[in-house]
């Protein structure tokens, strides 16, 4: 490319998964902004169903939208170039620059990965020329040394950008020392060069009782510490990105909503202005559990392959609950893959989720939904046909759905009906992600159960992630930070 960028870059690889750095990152966004900096995220590779629109049209991970939101700017499809979303134990949808080219299965994509550089370098490039720092991402663990070569997801990418990094491990796990050392250890000393210096994330109690650690850790590896940083205990307001941070939120009783823990389960940030509702008990129904008999509403999430994901529903008994749920008198709410999951079948004439096949729906809704490749990326404004309340959201899937059903909307997009509603009004079916967040909408349909709700969802996630960024600033040495980062060599 051969453009010398302004920016500077730095990046959050962690010792292992799932050690927080979306949310460091995140957090760290919102930390620059407020001293004054331009600020974009940034991950060349990204593995999760839990996808956002972005404002080109594209999509990428939810975790980058929330990274963008904290930076102040617009979601981008270049701010997660490669996204897998895995649809089988060994297969996932592969989307490059926002869209979809295609389904992957893991073996040839780990062959494939070396070709997907060039779009990953274009992509950081076009971001690095916009902005004062660009914070990237790694994804897993540098210390997976089975995965370097061809890598593009965390050391392979530094040393391709020549962008400095900043090492994370989890002492909540237990075992930090060995995470940071142990990575060391096994990495090339190429790799090695491109460690800047290490942090330790979610430490609970006296961070001072770990000031020996610390020393160990220097004084085995040379590399400065940047911080400890304490347990961050409004973390779960922000959107999660991995389903093994989806868990129960428990509230005062008033409203119980159970919602059944699909294999598949994607874009379950629906979820999280219900569980920020104090008068709501959301309780996520795992694998080998009854749905529970107490639950007002069963709400059926989005999935990244409905037809498996309504395979193992059946397995689970869910659907005989379910009936028994409406028996009592219950309300059920499907979005997405979860509306489709309602109807009366679901045809795949083209094998888009596995072998052709067209399987029955559950029955509670009088359509039928056709799986195509085209698929549907959308911003949306709509307006609930129930309560005439406004919702903003998104749509974000495969298929077209049809039938006499559709002739009770459960919204309208301009003129255009969406979703349906059963006969009884107590099923309900959408196509629309978000629309929880509405609030006016979520106030007037959680009236329908009598429950009040004054939630300003947005102001919620606004409040957190600026206790994020004071917290960051606390804890870690951003001064120092900002001098590792260094202009990247594009």
Known sequence: MGRVMA?????????????GKSLLVAGLARAFVRRGLSVAP???????????????????????????????RPPLSDMNPVLLKPDSETGAQLILQGRRIGRAEARAFWGERPNLMPSVLESFARLARDCDLVLVEGAGSPAETNLRQGDIANMGFACAADVPVVLVGDIDRGGVIAQIVGTQA????????????????????????????????????????????????????????DMLDLASRPGDGRLVIAVPQLPRIANFDDLDPLAAEPGIDLRIVPPGRALP?????????????????????????????LAAHLRRGGHVVGLCGGFQMLGRAIHDPQGLEGPAASVPGLGLL????????????????????????????????????????????????????????????????????????????????????GLASDLRH????????????AHLERHLDLDRIREIARVPRL
């Open 7 to 19: 920016a500077r870059a730095i990046m959050i690889q962690g010792a292992g998964s799932n050690v």
């Open 42 to 72: 940034f991950k060349p590779q990204n593995m999760s169903n839990n996808a956002a629109v972005t404002a080109d049209g594209g999509e990428i991970g939810r975790a980058q939208a929330l990274q963008a939101r904290a930076a102040g």
């Open 186 to 241: 096994v990495l090339s000393a190429a790799d090695r060069a491109q460690v800047a210096g290490f942090a330790i994330n979610k430490f609970r109690g006296d961070v001072r009782l770990f000031d020996a650690g610390l020393a160990d850790i220097v004084r085995r590896t040379g590399w400065p510490s940047l911080g400890v940083v304490p347990w961050f205990d409004q973390a779960w307001r922000l959107p999660a990105e």
């Open 293 to 321: 008999g107490d639950a007002d509403l069963v709400l059926l999430p989005g999935s990244k392959a409905t037809i498996a994901d309504l395979a193992a529903l059946r397995r689970q008994g869910w659907d005989i609950d």
């Open 366 to 449: 009088d359509v039928e939904t056709t799986l195509a490749p085209e698929k549907t990326l959308a911003e949306r404004h709509a307006a609930c046909c129930l309560t005439g309340a406004s919702v903003t959201g998104y749509e974000i899937h495969l298929g077209r759905t049809a039938g006499p059903g559709l002739s009770r909307p459960w919204f309208r997009i301009g003129d255009a009906p969406e979703g349906a509603v059963s006969r009884d009004g107590r099923v309900r079916g959408s196509y629309l992600h978000g629309v929880f967040s509405s609030d006016a909408f979520r106030a007037a349909f959680l009236g329908d159960f």
């Open 458 to 469: 947005d102001d919620s996630v606004e409040d957190a992630l600026d206790g994020l960024a």
